[in-house]
């Protein structure tokens, strides 16, 4: 059944399994506001070419359940955990976009790396956004919390006023069409209320810098240098410069949607960072 039931509180969430059964396993952890629909063209083309590939929507996100409890960052980290066993995959590569990364890094560092081989953290928000002692020239805590304030107040005007910033179109080799860039906008809004507050009200005290340095597997970093929502040289490159021996790869022009606007250049940095 496409369901499971997590550990922590029963919460029932939706997931998908694309791809040969036997295949090298990539599971692939979405960003706020989407559900599984946003690897499409990772999981469709890469589950073709013999690999399997798995994603499950996050609590109040998608066609997983509408629930009150469970948005900090441990019992997210804890989903993850929970479904990594739920159909016990091994050898796993991690693949992970924007708050997804944090979530990721959370479940290493939490649960160990028993079950997964690498972790390729695509425009993460890691280590964290806000301003901190050991992030000087992070944003202003009041900064973060007035764009939660505009997410509580109307999320729908929130999506559709960002999409050209987020899909960075207009900018060279941003591949998306405005149907699409729409379609993806109105995803969004199928986050629930709950889901889609509770998951980013978590930005405005995000910081996993000092996990970074406990990752003890293999690490792809992936950002675009456009990213609005994540800044390159505040999230990717500190991001990088933290975990031991991570390979930085940038898009020139990437925004943060570069799963969809440059999905070929990904799948195929994918692939070459498994085959190492």
């Known amino acids: ?11 029932r969430l939706h997931h998908i399994d694309y791809g040969p059964a036997d295949g090298p396993v990539l599971v692939f952890v979405n960003s706020t506001y989407f559900g599984t629909e946003m690897w499409e063209r990772q999981m469709l083309p890469l589950a073709v070419a013999g690999y399997r590939c798995v994603s ?30 739920h159909l016990d995959l091994r050898d796993v590569t991690l ?34 956004l806000v301003r901190t002692p050991d992030n000087p020239d992070g944003l202003a805590p009041e900064t973060v919390a007035a764009a939660s304030a ?12 960002g999409t050209d910033g987020f899909f960075g179109i207009g900018l060279p080799g941003n591949d998306i069409s405005r149907p699409m860039a729409r379609h993806l906008a109105d995803r969004c809004a199928v986050a629930t209320a709950r889901g889609a507050t509770g998951v980013v009200d978590l930005l405005r005290e995000l910081d996993v810098a000092a996990e970074l340095k406990d990752i003890d597997v293999p ?3 992936v950002h675009g240098t456009h990213d609005e929502s994540a800044p390159l ?4 490159r500190r991001t990088a410069a933290l975990l031991p021996g991570a390979d930085l790869r940038i898009y020139e022009y990437g925004a943060h949607g570069l799963v969809f ?9 994918l692939r070459e960072f498994m085959a190492r």
């Open 219 to 221: 690490a792809l970093v």
């Open 95 to 128: 693949v992970a976009h924007s708050f997804g990364c944090a979530e990721a890094v959370r479940c290493l560092t939490r649960h160990g790396s028993g079950r997964v081989a690498r972790i390729a953290l695509v425009a993460g928000i890691t280590p964290g």
């Open 1 to 11: 059944m496409p369901w499971f039931d997590t550990t922590t509180d029963g919460t």
């Open 150 to 161: 505009v997410i509580h107040r109307d999320r729908h005007t929130f999506f559709a006023d």
């Open 261 to 269: 606007t440059h999905a070929e250049r990904l799948n195929a940095d």
């Open 56 to 85: 499950f929507d996050r609590r109040g996100h998608g066609r997983s359940d509408d629930v009150w409890g469970g948005f900090d960052l441990d019992t997210l980290a804890d989903d993850l955990a929970a479904f990594l066993h």
């Open 233 to 236: 040289d505040l999230t990717g």
